[in-house]
């Protein structure tokens, strides 16, 4: 019951985290805060939690009983399913960046791959989640010779390049937290079976509920996504976007370019920030919006005299 509970506030997390990158998708936001190094961070330690809770469970899983592969092996054929379902998908709503390699693609090749460390012993299974962790690092070091880089490599996570994607969790380092996990479970679980904590179940119902989605795990993780965007598109066809969606965005490529054209960071900065307002004042402004030629004409002339009198030249 206590993983059931770990997992259902794993996804509690990760859906709060999926709300804020799809309101920043839908521009129901001023920026996307998931894409943020906050938000970044925040996206590891979820993904993080739900890998050492895979590695929890197979220990749990193994001590069970002695036909412990059978509900082993039709879990692993759910997340496997799910998986490839999720690809198919993305390919039509994301062709550009589609998930080839994310969180359950992971999930499913490291419970096959972990399947040694629940026998191993324990500091075989630490040495091993060392080196899964300092992988690309490794890599890195030694050059990561080009043949990384090829996509049918990229689910190894070694290359020098991070593909697109939405979604991408390779084997390396990610692997490693299932291996922590592992390692974590064969030390701890024993203990906590015997303990008071081990029969401990919420009472409340917040507390139920959410350890009923950590049983439903794969459930909930299919489920909620397309009910948080289904929601969510319906509020972006009636409020439309944010009024300063796109803004930062467009400060920060704006002073790239002023400052590859010679300007000054002080003078970009200045530049930015006066295209900005005169967008607005002439009905130019449109995030991530379509313009004719002649809307392009009156930006780009706009865009000059702001750069001139910033001092740019």
């Known amino acids: 019951m206590v993983i059931d509970l770990a997992r259902g506030v794993a ?3 990760m859906a709060l985290y999926h709300l804020t990158w799809d309101l920043g998708f839908l521009r129901l936001t001023p920026e996307n805060a998931a894409l943020s190094p906050l938000g970044r961070a925040a996206a590891h330690g979820i993904a993080g939690s739900f890998l ?3 590695g929890l469970s197979l220990v749990l899983a193994r001590g069970r009983k002695a036909g412990w592969w059978r509900p082993y092996l039709a879990r692993l054929g759910r997340i496997a399913l799910a998986a490839a379902a999720i690809s198919l ?4 709503l994301f062709p550009g960046a589609w998930i080839f390699f994310g969180i359950l693609h992971c999930i499913a090749v490291s419970s096959v791959l972990a399947l040694p460390a629940l026998r191993a012993p324990l500091p075989v299974v630490g040495l091993a989640a060392g080196l899964v962790f300092a992988g690309p690092a490794l890599a890195a ?3 990561s010779p080009p043949i990384l880089d090829a996509p049918a490599l990229s689910f190894l ?5 991070v593909p697109t994607t939405n979604d991408y969790v390779p084997v390396f380092p990610w692997f490693g937290f299932v291996l922590a996990g592992v390692g974590l479970g064969r030390l701890v679980l024993p203990r906590l079976a015997a ?6 179940a919420p009472r409340g119902r917040v507390g139920r509920l959410a350890a009923f989605a950590g049983r439903h795990s794969l459930a909930v993780y299919l489920v909620h ?3 948080l965007l289904g929601l969510l598109y319906g509020v ?3 409020t439309g976007p944010h009024p300063r969606a796109g803004e930062a965005q467009f400060l920060g490529e704006y002073r790239a370019n002023c400052a590859e054209a010679g300007g000054s960071e002080a003078s970009c900065r200045v530049a930015a920030r006066c295209v900005l307002v005169r967008l607005r004042a002439e009905g130019l402004w449109r995030a991530g919006g379509d313009y004719t030629g002649e809307e392009q004409a009156r930006a780009i002339a706009l865009s000059r005299a702001c750069f001139r009198e910033a001092g740019g030249g």
């Open 11 to 13: 996804l509690l997390a």
């Open 52 to 54: 050492v809770l895979v």
């Open 89 to 92: 998908a993305t390919v039509f």
């Open 141 to 143: 070091l030694a050059g």
């Open 157 to 161: 996570g070694l290359g020098a390049t």
């Open 195 to 200: 303990s008071r904590m081990g029969a401990w």
């Open 225 to 227: 996504q397309p009910v």
């Open 236 to 238: 972006a066809a009636l």
